[in-house]
């Protein structure tokens, strides 16, 4: 399906509204509506830093591993991109500051830190593309980006199987698999 709204296109991809289905369908805790709008405020961060800087989305495509905003300005300036990298998680993280809702604080900084590790396809991941424009020597970037993605995942990982043992909560055991076929699909 796809629409404009202010002129931006909207693309939203089948699986990504069974995905949210299927979420919805089997939330017991009601976790998934706070996730949701978690990731609303996140997108609304990158919108608005995009604005602060005069520039104007492109097009805006929902799918099944997330928010894609396209932009010009990611093409433009180093500085530009983190300003915009920042943009969301900081809108996660700083309300949380103040929420009182446990479920809606922990969606909120859960979202703002995630997209903040330095790992393929987060923001964090979007900045440490942006600090290593300046190192000239491509498998040098290429290996340090692979080391990087390797440490945070194994750490994931290590923490997502305590966690599923103790809680019996897989979430950060997916979200390292989700880690990991970024990773090498990005290779």
Known sequence: MSFKIFGVTVKIHFLFTAVVSLLLAVDRYSVVPYSLLSVAIHEAGHL??????????????????????????????????????LGGPLFNLLPALFLKSSTFKTAMLVNGIFNLLPTSCTDGGDIVDCLLQRVKTEWL??????????????????????????????????????????LISGL
């Open 48 to 85: 608005s830093a995009m604005l602060m800087l005069k520039e104007k989305p492109k097009q805006i495509y929902l799918c099944p591993c997330g928010v894609v905003i396209d932009s010009n300005a990611l093409a433009q300036t180093a500085a530009k991109t983190i300003i915009i990298a």
């Open 141 to 182: 970037k290429s290996a340090f980006k692979v080391v990087i993605n390797i440490v945070f995942i194994a750490v994931t990982t290590w923490v997502g199987v305590s966690l599923f043992f103790k809680s019996y909560n897989p979430t950060l055991i997916v979200a390292s698999i989700y880690m990991l076929i970024m």
